[in-house]
C-alpha cells in the first residue's frame, strides 16, 4: 500500500517544493521534472500491489476512508501521470519567459495530487476531498495565461461548483441511505433500494460527473476555458482531465451500481436508463463537432473536439455490451494519446509563431517538418483512419451500436466522425499546407525537448493502432474486475464469433499497396521541386506581398447548410440562467430600502406571521 | 499458392477493367452528344501518355507521399473488398473497416493537394470533403440497415446472405428504399456529374488536380480507374447480391456504371451546398424509413 | 529544328506512337482564334476522336494555342504560361497573326512573330482558320509526333538566351516566373 | 475551581477602570483592557473541563432562587463564553492598531461593556437577569456601531437603535408575562412550570419571546438593520458582531426553545425561516459592490444555515449547527479584519478598486482566500466537515421537506461560491492598477492568523471539538428540570 | 430662332465668361473656345450652378504644325439635353511631359481620362493622385498617339518584322494556283 502514499507524498512535495523555489525559475522546472518522472515510474511500478486497501488514522462521521488500488484506477493512474510527465518535460522550453509560469508548475502538482486521490479513493469522501482540490486546482491555473482567461474561468468555476454541491448532496444522500461511505459497501447494498431512489442517486452522480467531462447540455465552459490558457494546460485538460469525469461515470455505473442494476431502470421497453444516457452521448458526439467547423482558432477547434469525443467514450459505455465498454475505455487512452499529439503541435507553431489564429498561418510544413508529422499522425488519430489507434476504439464502439441494435446511435457517430474528418483537414491544411505567408520564413522547428513528447505520443499513437493487443489486456483484466464479461482479444486485433479484426494484415496491406504504388511512381521520370510561388494563377505571376491561400471561411457552404440549424439553444438558456438570478438578486436586494419606517412595518408583519402560524401549530 | 497469384493479378484485372470502363464512359457520353468520341483504349493512351512525361513537377515531399497514400488506399480497399473467387483478406475486416478505409486516399489527396499550396486545389479539397459528408451518411446508414438485420457486419457474410434468396434476396429488391438511397449516394461517391463539383474546370481549374501533372496526374487516374470498380463493387456486393462468376460481375459492373454514367451525361453541375442539402434531403430520409422498416 | 534527328530507340518509337493519340490542349484563348475552337470540339469535327482534350492548367497540356494576336501584356503570360507547362509541350500559331503580325502588322502594341519569343510547333495560316485546317494541323502535328520530329521544345533550352534576350527587349525588364531554366536544360541533358 | 461570575465581574469592572484612568493614561489604556480579556480567556478555559462532568450553579448574594439571581452555567455556557472570550482578545489585538485618535478609551469601554453582555446572556439562569445582560449587549453595539462618527455611521446607528429597542421591549413584555405567569423568573423553575400555563398564554410568550430575540439573531424579516450596521461600524465591530454577537442571541432563541419550552412542534416553522434567511442573505449579497455589505449580507445567509441546523430537532442537527457557529465566527472575523485594513489601504469600500491588491498585500490576500474557502466548506478547512455534520444530520431526518431544504442550503452555498470568488477574482487580477499600498501591520495580522489556525488545524482536532458540543448539544436537548439547579 | 435652346445657355454663359466665344455647331451641341486659365472656374460653375453634371469624356488633339495640343472637355446636361464641347490650347513640349492642371477632384472619371491622356500624349495633369501607365504597362516607346510618332517605322524596327514566304506559298505560287 506504500505506492499510493509514495504518489501522494510526491505530488503534495512537488506543490510544496515548487512554492519554496518559486523564485528561481530553473530549480522549480527541474524539481517538478523530477517529480513527475517520479510519479510516473511508481504508477507504472504498481501493479504487483493491485487490489491492497489503506486506512486513513481518523474517521469522518464515524466512517473509515481510505485508499485502495483497483485495475481501473491503475489504468487511470498510468495515464495521468504519463502525460503530466510528458507535459512537463513540454513546457519547459515553452513556458520560458512566460510570467505566471511559477503559478504553473505549482498547480499542475497541486491538480495531478487532486486528480490521483480521485482514482485512488476508496470511499465517497475521499473522493469528494480530493474531487474538490481537483477543481479548485483547475480553476486556478485556468484563469491564469490569456487575457480573457478569468472570464472563462469564471464559467468553468460557476459549472463546476454546482457540479460538486450535487455530488456533495449524493455523497451524503449514499450516505444516509447505506449508513456508509465506502464503494464496497455500498455496492453490496445497492440491491436493497427501491427502483425510483437508486434512478434518482444514480442521476444525482452521473450529472455531477457529466459537468465534469463536458456532456452535451453542460458543455460549454469547455471550449472557452481550455483554449484561453496556456497551450499545454490545454494539452494537459482536454487529454487526460476531463476524463476523470469519465472515470467517476464507470466506476459508479459500472464499480458501484453494477450492470444489473442499471438495467433495471427501464422506461419503456428498449428506453432504459442507459439509452438515454447514451442520447446525450450522440448529443455530444454531433453538435460540439459541427461548431469545430466554424471556429478559427485551433485552440478552440481542438477543445470543441475534445467534447465531441467525449461523447464517443460515453456511448461506448452507454452501449452496455462487453464490445462496447471495452471500446470506451480504450478510446479514453486512445484520445489522451493522439489529443494531446494535436495540441503539442499547436503549442509548437504558437510557440515559433506566436499565434494560433488559422486565418493567419500557412506554409508551415516548410519549416517545422516534425510538427507537421506530429499533427499528421495525430488528426489521423481524432478522425480515427485505419493505421492509427482511433480507428479501433470507434471500431468497436461502431460494432457494439451496429450488433446492439442502436442504429440512430450509431448514425449520430458517424455523423460525428464526419464532421471531424472536415474540421481535422481545415487545422492542419490552413496551419501547415497552402502558401507560407512572408513573415514566417524565418520560422525554426522546435527544440529537442519539445519534440521528444511528441515522437513518444507518435510512437503510441501508430503502436497501438497496429498493435491494440497491447492496452487490450489491461481493459480485459479492468471489466472481469468490474463484473463485466471480458472482450476476447490477440496482439492485434480482436477475434470474436460474429467477426474479426486484425490491424496487423491492415497496415501490412496498406505498406504493401504504398511500395506497389513506388514502384509505378518510380516508373516515371524525376521529379522537379518548385517553390510556392512558381503557381498556376491564370496566367498571373505570383509575389511575396499578396497572401494567396484559402484559409478564410474553409466551410462557407457548410456553414450555408447548417446555419438554420444552429439556434444556440445553450447560450440562450444560460443567459437566461444569469439573467434570472440578477433579477432576484436584484429584487432581494431592494427589501433593504434604507428607511426606518420599512423596517418597523417588517417587524410587525413578522410579528403577527409568527402569531397566526404558531397557533395552528401549539 | 492462388491466393499469392490473385494478389499479384488482381490489381493489374481490375486496373484493365476500371480503364476499359473510364473509355466506354468517354465513348458513351459522346455518342449522347452525337460524336464518335474518342476510341476506347483512350485512357490507356492518356496514362501512359502522363506516365511518361518528362517534368513532373512537386511542391514537396508531403506532395509525393500523398501520391503513395492515394494509390496504396485504394490497393488496400480493393483488396479486402471480396471479388468472385478471391476474399481471402475479407475474414481480417469487415464493412466498417472498408468505410475508413475508402477515406485514406481521400485524405492522402487532401493532404497532396494541400501542400502544393494552390487556393484552386484547396477550394476542391473542401469542396470534395462537404460532399463527402453529404453522400457518406446515407450510405453508411444503408449499410447500417442491413448489417443489423444479418447481425453481422461482414461484407462477404453480407454477400452469401443474399445470393442464399436468389434475385429476391438481393439487396435492392429486398429492401428497395434503402437500395435507392444507396443508389443516389453512389452517385456523389463516384463524382459524377451533378455532384462533380469538386473537379470543375472552369471555376476551380480542376480542383485538386491544378497542380498534379505528369506521373503525379497519371497515377491519379489509375486510383480514378481502380476507385471506380471497387466503389460499384462495394454496392453490387450489398445490394445486387454479390458476383458468382466473372461474366456477371463484369455485366453488373457495366449495367449499374451505364445507369450512372446516363444521370451523369443528362445533369448540370449541383452547387456544393445545394448538392448537400440535396443529399441529406433526398437520400438520407429515404434510409432513415428504411431503417424503421426493418426495426419495427 | 534543323540537325539530323538521333537514332531513335525502339522504346521510344512505341512511347511515341502511343502518347500522340493523348494530347491535352490547353484551353487559353488569348486572340479572336478562340471561337473557331468550340465548333473543332463538339459534334461536328469532334477534336476528341484524335484524342484532343481540352485541358484547364498548364500543368496537364501538351498543346499550348496561341489563338490570333498577342498584345505585349499577354504575351508576358503567355511565356509564364509556357515555362510552367510540362515537357514534351507543343507551340501551336493560329492564324496569321502570330506567323508576322496578320492584320496588325504595324501596329505598336502587337507582337509580329511567335517564334521569336517562344519556340513555336506548327503554325496554321489564315485570318481565323475554319476548324477543317486546325484538325488538320492537329494531325500534322501527331504526324511529327509519331516521326519524332516535335522536338521543339528543347529548342527553348537549347537557345535560351535568344529567346530572353528577345522578352527582355520587349518586356520592360526581366520578368520572375520561378523557372529556372538553365537548370532544367541540365535535366533533360540538352 | 474558578468562580464563573468573574467572567462578567472582571470586564465590567475593567470597563469602568478605564473610563475612570482614561484622563491620565491616554491611549494606554488598552493595555488594561488586554488584561481583562486575558483574564477572562483563562477563566474560561479553565471552567470548561469541569462543566462537562456537571453543571454549576451559582448563587449571588445569597439568596436562593427562585427569588435570587443566579447563573447556570452548562457545557453551552463554557463553550460559548470560550469562544466570546478568545474572539474578543484576538479582535482587541487587531483593534490595538486599527483605532487610533485620543478618544480610544470610550471604544475600549464599550468593548468591554459588549464582552460583559454575551458573557452574560450566555451563562445567566434568570430570565430577567438575562434582559438586563442583553440591554447592555444591546446599548454597546448601538453606540460601537456609531463609533467611527461618519454621516452613515449614525445613521445606522440610529436605525440599529430603534429595532433593537423594538426588540428590548418585546422580550420585556414577555418576561413580564412569564412573570405574571409562572410566578418565577428562574428559567429551571420557569421550565417545570411551563406546561401549566394555558396554551394561548404560552403562544403569547412564545411570539414575543422569539420576535424580540430574533431582531438581534437577525432572523430574516428582522434583520433589516444589519446590512447598514455591519457595513458602516469599525470592522473590528463588524467582526464581534456578526462573529458572535448574533450568535450568542441565537443560542439564546434555541436553548429557551428546547430546554425551557420544550416546543418542539416549532421547529418546522424555524427551519423554513431560516432556510429562507439563507436565500435572502445569499442573493442580496450577489449583486453587492461594498465589500462590507457583501460580508454582512454573507452573514445573515450563514444564520439561516446556522438556525437550519439547530433546528432539525436532532442533537446531531444542533452539534453541526454548533460547529459551523465556531467555523463562521472564525472565517467570518478574518474576513472582516481583512477587510478592514483593505479598506484604510485603499480608502474605498467599492471591490473593483482592489484590482491586483494580492500583489501589495499577499499576507491578508492570502488569509482572505483561506477565509472564504473555509466559509464555503471546501474541503481541506473546518468549514467542510461543519457542512458536511450539517447535510448529514439533514439527510438523516430523511423527511422530503429537509431533502428539498438541502438542496435549496446547496444552491445558496453555490450562490455565495460565485459573489465570494468574484472578489478572490478582482484582488488576484494580473494587471493590477494599485500601487501606493503596503501590506497591514504586523499586529493585526497575527490576530488574523490565530483565526486562521483554527480553520486549517480543524481537522485535526477534530474529535475534541465534537466531543464538547456534542456535550452541549445533549445539554440543550434535554429539558431544564430545577433539580439540575440544586 | 431655331436654336432657342442653345442660345439661351450661351446668353447665361456668356455673362459670366465674356472672353469665351460660344458657336453652336448644331440642335443641342454647343462649342466653347476659351484660354486655358479660365478653364477649372468654367468646368465648377458648369457642374456646380449650371447643372452639367455628366463629364462623358476629355480628349486631346495634337495641333502639331501650331505646337499647340488641344484639350476638349465634354459636359452634358440632363434636362437640357445639351452637350457642351469646351477646346483649350497647351503648349506642346518635344521632350518630356507638357503640362496641366487636373479636374479629378470635381469628377472622378476625370483621373482615368488624364492617365490616358498622359500615356497617349504626354501631358502631365498635376495635382491628380496617380499619373501611372495602365494600358500600356511594358510600353518603352514615346506616348504612340503624337503626329510625330511614327508606327509603321516603330513596329517594324520594334518588333523585327519579317516577310513570310513560306516554302508550300512559293510552290503554289509557282504552279499559278494562288491568284485565280
Redesign the interface.
Known amino acids: 500500500m506504500s505506492i499510493v502514499l509514495n504518489l501522494l507524498s510526491i505530488a503534495l512535495a512537488g506543490v510544496v517544493l515548487n512554492v519554496l523555489f518559486s523564485k528561481s525559475k530553473i530549480v522549480q522546472k527541474y524539481v517538478s521534472l523530477l517529480i513527475f518522472a517520479g510519479l510516473t515510474y511508481f504508477s507504472f511500478v504498481m501493479y504487483s500491489q493491485v487490489g491492497e486497501h489503506f486506512d486513513f488514522p481518523f474517521q469522518i462521521a464515524g466512517q473509515s476512508i481510505g485508499f485502495t488500488i483497483t485495475w481501473l484506477n491503475y489504468y487511470f493512474g498510468i495515464m495521468i501521470t504519463g502525460i503530466t510527465l510528458l507535459t512537463v518535460i513540454f513546457s519547459l522550453k515553452y513556458m520560458e519567459g512566460k510570467d505566471g509560469s511559477t503559478h504553473y508548475y505549482t498547480v499542475l502538482s497541486l491538480k495531478t495530487f487532486g486528480m490521483l486521490g480521485v482514482i485512488f479513493s476508496s470511499d465517497l469522501i475521499t473522493f469528494f476531498v480530493f474531487w474538490e482540490i481537483m477543481s479548485w486546482s483547475t480553476f486556478g491555473l485556468m484563469s491564469t495565461g490569456g487575457k480573457d482567461a478569468p472570464k472563462s474561468a469564471f464559467k468553468y468555476f460557476v459549472f463546476a461548483i454546482t457540479a460538486s454541491m450535487i455530488l456533495m448532496a449524493g455523497v451524503v444522500l449514499s450516505y444516509s441511505l447505506f449508513g456508509s461511505f465506502d464503494f464496497a459497501v455500498i455496492h453490496d447494498k445497492i440491491g436493497s433500494l427501491s427502483l425510483p431512489m437508486t434512478g434518482f442517486l444514480l442521476s444525482i452522480f452521473i450529472v455531477s460527473f457529466s459537468v465534469e467531462s463536458a456532456v452535451f447540455p453542460v458543455h460549454s465552459w469547455l471550449p472557452d476555458g481550455y483554449s484561453n490558457t496556456f497551450t499545454t494546460f490545454t494539452a494537459y485538460l482536454s487529454g487526460i482531465s476531463t476524463r476523470i469525469g469519465i472515470y467517476g461515470i464507470i466506476l459508479f455505473l459500472f464499480g458501484i451500481f453494477g450492470i444489473q442494476t442499471v438495467d433495471k431502470l427501464s422506461i419503456i421497453g428498449k428506453i432504459n436508463f442507459r439509452y438515454v444516457f447514451g442520447v446525450f452521448a450522440a448529443l455530444t458526439m454531433v453538435v460540439p463537432t459541427f461548431t469545430a467547423l466554424y471556429q478559427h482558432d485551433a485552440k478552440k477547434l481542438i477543445a470543441w473536439h475534445s467534447v465531441g469525443q467525449g461523447g464517443y467514450m460515453l456511448i461506448g459505455l452507454a452501449s452496455g455490451s462487453a464490445l462496447g465498454i471495452a471500446g470506451g475505455m480504450f478510446h479514453v487512452l486512445n484520445h489522451m494519446a493522439y489529443v494531446v499529439l494535436i495540441v503539442f503541435a499547436i503549442a509548437a507553431v504558437e510557440h515559433r509563431t506566436g499565434t494560433t489564429n488559422l486565418n493567419k498561418l500557412g506554409g508551415l510544413i516548410k519549416k517545422m517538418p516534425v510538427s507537421y508529422l506530429a499533427l499528421l499522425f495525430g488528426i489521423i488519430g481524432l478522425a480515427g483512419l485505419p493505421p492509427m489507434n482511433g480507428f479501433v476504439s470507434k471500431w468497436f464502439i461502431y460494432r457494439a451500436l451496429i450488433l446492439g441494435g442502436y442504429p440512430f446511435l450509431a448514425i449520430a457517430a458517424v455523423i460525428g466522425t464526419l464532421g471531424t474528418i472536415l474540421s481535422v483537414y481545415k487545422l492542419i491544411h490552413n496551419m501547415f499546407l497552402g502558401q507560407l505567408p512572408e513573415r514566417y520564413n524565418n520560422v525554426k522547428e522546435v527544440g529537442f525537448s519539445m519534440q521528444l513528447p511528441m515522437w513518444i505520443l507518435m510512437i503510441v499513437v501508430l503502436g497501438l493502432g497496429i498493435f491494440p493487443g497491447a492496452a487490450m489486456g489491461l481493459i480485459a483484466k479492468i471489466q472481469v474486475a468490474l463484473g463485466l464479461t471480458a472482450v476476447p482479444y490477440s496482439l492485434h486485433g480482436i477475434q470474436t464469433a460474429s467477426g474479426q479484426l486484425n490491424m496487423l494484415v491492415v497496415s501490412a496491406v496498406f505498406i504493401g499497396g504504398i511500395f506497389v504504388t513506388w514502384i509505378i511512381y518510380l516508373l516515371g521520370s524525376r521529379r522537379k521541386h518548385v517553390s510556392q510561388y512558381n503557381n498556376y494563377a491564370a496566367g498571373n505571376f505570383l509575389d511575396k506581398k499578396v497572401a494567396y491561400n484559402f484559409n478564410y471561411e474553409f466551410y462557407a457552404a457548410m456553414e450555408h447548410v447548417i446555419d438554420p440549424y444552429r439556434k444556440k439553444i445553450i447560450q440562450r438558456t444560460e443567459q437566461g440562467i444569469a439573467g434570472l438570478t440578477d433579477a432576484v438578486s436584484e429584487y432581494i436586494r431592494r427589501i433593504y430600502t434604507g428607511m426606518i419606517n420599512t423596517y418597523g412595518i417588517y417587524v410587525i408583519t413578522a410579528f403577527i406571521v409568527t402569531i397566526i402560524i404558531l397557533k395552528e401549530l401549539i | 499458392m492462388n491466393v499469392v497469384l490473385w494478389i499479384i493479378f488482381l490489381p493489374i484485372i481490375l486496373f484493365v477493367i476500371g480503364t476499359f470502363m473510364l473509355g466506354y464512359s468517354r465513348k458513351f457520353i459522346a455518342r449522347i452528344e452525337r460524336r464518335y468520341g474518342p476510341p476506347i483504349q483512350q485512357v490507356f493512351y492518356d496514362i501512359f501518355k502522363l506516365m511518361n512525361k518528362k517534368t513532373n513537377i512537386s511542391h514537396g515531399w508531403m506532395h509525393d507521399i500523398a501520391i503513395l497514400m492515394l494509390l496504396g488506399g485504394t490497393l488496400l480497399t480493393m483488396y479486402f473488398v471480396p471479388v468472385p473467387g478471391f476474399h481471402f483478406f475479407a475474414q481480417y475486416g469487415d464493412m466498417l473497416v472498408i468505410m475508413y478505409i475508402l477515406l485514406i486516399p481521400a485524405l492522402g489527396m487532401a493532404l497532396g493537394v494541400g501542400e502544393t499550396a494552390n487556393p484552386n486545389g484547396s477550394i476542391g479539397i473542401s469542396r470534395a470533403l462537404m460532399m463527402l459528408a453529404g453522400y457518406d451518411i446515407p450510405f453508411v446508414l444503408t449499410f447500417i440497415g442491413f448489417a443489423m438485420i444479418n447481425h453481422t457486419t461482414s461484407m462477404y457474410d453480407l454477400m452469401l446472405a443474399q445470393q442464399a434468396g436468389g434475385i429476391a434476396g438481393w439487396g435492392l429488391i429486398s429492401q428497395p428504399l434503402l437500395g435507392i438511397a444507396a443508389l443516389i449516394a453512389l452517385q456523389g461517391m463516384l463524382g459524377e456529374k451533378p455532384f462533380e463539383v469538386m473537379v470543375a474546370p472552369h471555376e476551380i481549374a480542376t480542383g485538386p488536380m491544378t497542380e498534379m501533372g505528369g506521373k503525379y496526374l497519371g497515377i491519379m487516374m489509375i486510383q480514378h480507374a481502380i476507385g471506380i470498380v471497387v466503389e460499384l463493387t462495394i454496392y453490387i456486393n450489398l445490394f445486387l447480391g454479390g458476383a458468382v462468376n466473372w461474366f456477371e460481375y463484369i455485366v453488373k459492373l457495366f449495367v449499374l456504371f451505364t445507369m450512372l454514367l446516363s444521370v451523369n451525361a443528362v445533369f448540370g453541375r449541383f452547387r456544393t451546398d445545394d448538392a448537400v442539402r440535396f443529399m441529406w434531403k433526398i437520400p438520407l430520409p429515404l434510409a432513415i424509413i428504411g431503417i424503421l422498416f426493418i426495426i419495427f | 529544328m534543323d540537325e539530323k534527328l538521333t537514332q531513335r530507340s525502339v522504346w521510344e518509337k512505341i512511347a511515341a506512337k502511343l502518347s500522340k493519340r493523348s494530347l491535352w490542349m490547353l484551353h487559353y484563348c488569348t486572340g479572336c482564334g478562340a471561337i473557331e475552337l468550340p465548333p473543332t470540339m463538339t459534334a461536328r469535327f469532334d477534336m476528341e476522336r484524335f484524342g484532343i482534350n481540352p485541358m484547364v492548367t498548364p500543368r496537364q497540356a501538351d498543346i499550348l494555342l496561341i489563338t490570333g494576336y498577342l498584345s505585349v501584356k499577354t504575351l508576358k503570360r503567355v511565356v509564364l504560361t509556357y515555362e510552367q507547362m510540362q515537357a514534351p509541350k507543343y507551340v501551336v500559331g493560329f492564324g496569321s497573326c502570330t506567323i508576322n503580325g496578320g492584320m496588325y502588322w504595324n501596329s505598336y502594341a502587337t507582337m509580329k512573330s511567335l517564334d521569336r519569343y517562344i519556340p513555336v510547333e506548327t503554325y496554321i495560316a489564315g485570318c481565323m482558320p475554319r476548324p477543317e485546317a486546325i484538325i488538320h494541323s492537329f494531325n500534322e502535328l501527331i504526324a511529327k509526333i509519331d516521326r519524332g520530329e516535335a522536338n521543339s521544345w528543347k529548342d527553348y533550352y537549347k537557345n535560351y538566351d535568344f529567346y530572353r534576350k528577345n522578352q527582355e527587349h520587349t518586356f520592360e525588364g526581366p520578368i520572375e516566373t520561378y523557372n529556372d531554366i538553365k537548370a532544367d536544360a541540365a535535366l533533360f541533358r540538352i | 475551581m474558578v468562580n464563573p461570575i468573574l467572567l462578567i465581574i472582571v470586564p465590567l469592572g475593567t470597563a469602568f477602570l478605564i473610563s475612570l484612568t482614561a484622563s491620565f493614561l491616554k491611549n494606554s489604556t488598552k493595555y488594561l483592557a488586554l488584561l481583562a480579556m486575558i483574564a477572562n480567556v483563562w477563566v474560561s478555559i479553565k471552567l470548561l473541563p469541569e462543566v462537562m462532568q456537571h453543571s454549576i450553579n451559582v448563587v449571588i448574594a445569597g439568596v436562593k432562587p427562585p427569588l435570587g439571581i443566579n447563573l447556570f452555567v452548562g457545557p453551552s455556557g463554557a463553550v460559548f463564553s470560550i469562544l466570546i472570550s478568545a474572539a474578543g482578545l484576538l479582535i482587541l489585538l487587531y483593534s490595538f492598531k486599527y483605532i487610533e485618535g485620543d478618544s480610544q478609551h470610550k471604544y475600549y469601554t464599550l468593548f468591554l461593556l459588549l464582552i460583559t453582555g454575551s458573557h452574560g446572556m450566555v451563562l445567566t439562569g434568570d430570565v430577567f437577569n438575562l434582559f438586563v445582560f442583553f440591554e447592555i449587549l444591546a446599548i454597546s453595539s448601538y453606540i460601537l456601531v456609531g463609533y467611527e462618527g461618519k454621516r452613515n455611521g449614525l445613521e445606522a446607528a440610529?436605525?440599529y437603535l430603534?429595532?433593537g429597542s423594538?426588540?428590548s421591549v418585546?422580550i420585556l413584555v414577555a418576561v413580564a408575562l412569564i412573570y405574571q405567569e409562572a410566578g418565577t423568573l428562574n428559567m429551571a423553575d420557569l421550565a417545570d412550570k411551563f406546561g401549566m400555563i394555558d396554551?394561548s398564554k404560552?403562544?403569547m410568550i412564545?411570539?414575543f419571546f422569539?420576535?424580540g430575540m430574533?431582531?438581534e439573531a437577525a432572523v430574516?424579516?428582522?434583520n433589516?438593520?444589519l446590512?447598514?450596521a455591519h457595513s458602516s461600524a469599525p470592522s473590528s465591530i463588524s467582526a464581534m458582531l456578526s462573529g458572535f454577537v448574533i450568535e450568542v442571541a441565537l443560542i439564546v432563541i434555541v436553548k429557551f426553545v428546547y430546554s425551557i419550552f420544550a416546543?418542539t412542534?416549532?421547529l418546522?416553522?424555524l427551519s423554513l425561516v431560516a432556510v429562507i434567511t439563507l436565500l435572502?442573505g445569499e442573493?442580496?449579497?450577489?449583486?453587492?459592490a461594498n465589500i462590507k455589505r457583501v460580508l454582512a449580507y454573507s452573514s445573515i445567509g450563514q444564520i439561516g444555515l446556522i438556525l437550519f441546523a439547530m433546528s432539525l430537532n436532532s442533537t446531531g442537527g444542533i452539534n453541526a449547527g454548533l460547529m459551523q457557529i465556531v467555523n463562521h465566527t472564525a472565517s467570518k472575523s478574518i474576513l472582516f479584519l481583512v477587510a478592514g485594513f483593505l479598506i484604510v489601504r485603499t480608502g474605498s469600500y467599492q471591490i473593483s478598486d482592489y484590482r491586483g491588491i494580492a500583489k501589495k498585500m499577499p499576507v491578508s490576500a492570502f488569509f482572505f482566500v483561506i477565509g472564504v474557502?473555509s466559509l464555503l466548506g471546501?474541503?481541506?478547512f473546518f468549514g467542510?466537515?461543519s457542512?458536511?455534520?450539517i447535510?448529514?444530520a439533514a439527510?438523516?431526518t430523511?423527511s422530503i421537506f429537509n431533502?428539498v431544504m438541502?438542496?435549496l442550503v446547496?444552491?445558496g452555498?453555490?450562490?455565495e461560491?460565485?459573489y465570494f470568488?468574484?472578489i478572490i477574482?478582482v484582488m488576484?487580477?494580473?494587471d493590477g492598477i494599485v500601487d501606493s499600498v503596503k501590506e497591514a501591520p504586523f499586529l493585526p495580522l497575527l490576530a488574523i492568523a490565530a483565526f486562521a489556525v483554527v480553520i486549517l488545524a480543524g481537522?485535526l482536532v477534530?474529535?475534541q471539538i465534537t466531543g464538547y458540543t456534542g456535550g452541549v448539544a445533549s445539554e440543550i436537548v434535554r429539558k431544564m428540570q430545577m433539580a439540575q439547579v440544586f | 430662332m431655331e436654336y432657342a435652346k442653345e442660345n439661351s445657355i450661351i446668353e447665361m454663359m456668356q455673362t459670366e465668361f465674356p472672353e469665351a466665344h460660344f458657336t453652336v455647331k448644331k440642335e443641342r451641341r454647343i462649342e466653347v473656345k476659351m484660354p486655358s486659365g479660365r478653364l477649372y472656374d468654367f468646368a465648377v460653375r458648369m457642374q456646380k450652378k449650371w447643372n452639367f453634371l455628366h463629364l462623358s469624356a476629355i480628349s486631346c488633339v495634337d495641333w502639331i504644325d501650331d505646337g499647340e495640343f488641344e484639350l476638349v472637355y465634354h459636359f452634358w446636361n440632363y434636362d437640357e439635353k445639351v452637350l457642351v464641347m469646351a477646346k483649350i490650347r497647351i503648349p506642346r513640349e518635344e521632350e518630356g511631359d507638357s503640362h496641366f492642371e487636373t479636374i479629378s477632384n470635381l469628377w472622378q472619371p476625370a483621373k482615368f481620362f488624364e492617365r490616358d491622356i498622359h500615356e497617349m500624349f504626354g501631358v502631365y495633369f498635376d495635382g491628380s493622385e496617380d499619373m501611372e501607365r495602365f494600358i500600356l504597362t511594358d510600353w518603352t516607346g514615346p506616348p504612340p498617339m503624337r503626329k510625330d510618332f511614327i508606327t509603321r517605322e516603330f513596329a517594324l524596327n520594334f518588333y523585327h518584322y519579317r516577310e513570310y514566304e513560306p516554302q508550300w506559298l512559293k510552290d503554289m505560287m509557282a504552279a499559278g494556283e494562288g491568284n485565280e
Open positions: 440610529v436605525k430603534i429595532l423594538i426588540g418585546l396554551p404560552r403562544l412564545l411570539v422569539i420576535t430574533g431582531v430574516f424579516p428582522l433589516s438593520w446590512p447598514d416546543m412542534e416549532i418546522g416553522f435572502v442573493f442580496a449579497a450577489f449583486k453587492q474557502l471546501v474541503p481541506p467542510f466537515f457542512k458536511l455534520a447535510i448529514i439527510l438523516h430523511g431533502t438541502v438542496f446547496l444552491l452555498t453555490v450562490i461560491s460565485i470568488l468574484r477574482q488576484y487580477n494580473r481537522f477534530l474529535p
